[in-house]
């Protein structure tokens, strides 16, 4: 372990992460990604992210780790324990109540004075609007006669989906599914009871034929083939993530009677075999903007026969089901000031709600934030660098405690950050030599400062310390890529306050949803211009609002007619069709002279 790091474990989970000294423990459980309730925006007001050290209760957003510590997290503390629809170990009440119905019956057998059909024998007691399937109806005979007239029958609405009959009465399953560009999540549902049962994430397969959307789009433009290659990648993570919650609970993937998949516009569309071309010119058009719902089997799911594929409403453009998912999990529609919902990663979701209004904007950020296209950048992985400081020399905090492989975002952000502040990046983003940087620049940071022909490129990690015997350094080359990607957010941001005829300061709140969104330094952030300067206790972390709305979807009917009507009421600001755009764009490339001066 390197002399400098500590190791932060919580409880219950077992998750363990190395920090420095002086980390906010609510960064470290964020880190390990534990997000914790912060409604005051971590000002210690609340007391929602109240957790437990050696005995004593701590508030996660003051409290600093210092050295090795175990920290038992309550469920009430857990941002997740907001939503009622959760059940959770806090006592709160659940609102259990998924559009899939298991609903028991006991028959009376056909007599000589009965002898109405199977169906119609069945309709009176499940439902006379009961719609079958002739599939279900090849089952039914058989069902009966063999359980005298007696079972559950599995509806999906007024759709009779099968008949169990089984004595045990097996339990009925769903899953709700974050289908990201990089990564995909699913979570394992008890449908009944709403009790989470187990979840699982793997890379997103289609990352073989592309690292962003336009890319995986212009692949599919260029060849109608590469549309069933991609799908399959698709299918197949799913299938695997599936099979994974399966294998951990003992269940058969017959007793998944849902799944539930939000996922940004192009995601969406191929999973369900959709061409997205569309999306690869201006203006930027979807294939569907109302939510749909196909049989799960239709697109290769390994689920019950009469399983249902639930895909998320898509706003416009390529705003999509995930940023659906993200306003049902934030109920940003009732925020009581004006509130941004910002979902960081290759392309940047933005939401506006003020005054009562809507409005949505999508804006191409890039890969950066995934550590592509940085000339020594890597995933979050083991081995990437996540977090750098500066003083009188350099500290990095490497995901694993081992050997620096590489850097992965927040390092980029936190880097960046740091060089402007201390004045080695000029608000071009030029990194400049040693002998132009402030003289209150120590030493040890000049030597950092590497002559590379006409550029100069700034070291992290010595080649002695690093996992491949090469220095990790920060080049121009990163750094360019950087302002392109933190300059397309803040001019999406900029536009959609212009339509709200908002400025900046009179923001109430910023919402930080998605993976990577939950790890930056939101100070850093802002130095670079990310972020509007507001006080960082009125910038909030909300975790994986994206999985969060998927699940609540999953277990409520309701909240699947909230999404559907947040879709009606937000407006869709197409950025590509903004006149001023570019404008805003090529002013947010410049990194502000100070952090005051961001907007």
Known sequence: MKPDEVKVTFQPSGRSVYVLPGTLL????????????????????????????EGQPVLACHARVQSAMIVDVPASSMFEARQQILTADSGALAAVNPFIRVVPFALPAPSHGDVRSDAERLREVIGAKVSMSLDVMREIPGCLRSHAWRGRAILAGDRLLGLDCRVENPKVFGVAFDLGTTTVVGTLFDLESGKECAVASR????????????????????????????????????????????????????????????????????????????LGEVPFVQVFDRAITSPAVGIGLQANAGADV???????????????????????????????????????????????????????????FEGARIRQGMRATPGAIEKVILDEDVKVNVIGNVPAAGLCGTALIDAVAELLRTGIIDETGRIQEADEVPSCVSDALKRRLLPQGHEVCFELVSAADSAGGEAICLWQKDVRELQLASGAIRAGINILLKRAGLQAHELGEVLLAGAFGNFIRRNHARRIGMLPPLPTEHIRFIGNAASLGAKMVLLSADERAYAATLCLQTEHVDLSLDADFQFEFSMAMMFPGTEADAW
Do not use: W
């Open 203 to 278: 890379m997103n397969g289609q990352i073989a034929h592309g690292d962003d959307v336009i890319s995986r789009i212009q692949k599919i433009r260029e060849s109608p083939a590469a549309l069933a290659r991609l799908q399959a990648a698709a299918v197949s993570t799913l299938n695997a993530i599936i099979e994974e919650v399966c294998h951990q609970t003992g269940i058969a993937g017959s007793r998944i009677y849902e799944v539930v998949v939000a996922g940004n516009s192009t995601m969406q569309q191929i999973l369900l075999g959709l061409d997205p071309s569309a």
């Open 26 to 53: 609510l960064e470290a459980a964020g880190r390990a990604g534990i997000i914790l309730q912060t409604p005051c925006g971590g000002k210690g007001t609340c007391g929602k992210c109240r957790v437990m050290v």
């Open 310 to 368: 639930y895909v998320f409403p898509q706003i416009g453009g390529f705003v999509g089901g995930d940023t659906v998912a993200g306003m049902v999990a934030s109920r940003l529609d009732q925020q009581q000031t004006s509130t941004l919902l910002i979902d960081i990663g290759t392309n940047g979701e933005i939401v506006l709600a003020s005054g009562g209004k809507l409005y949505a904007a999508s804006t191409a950020a890039g890969p950066a």
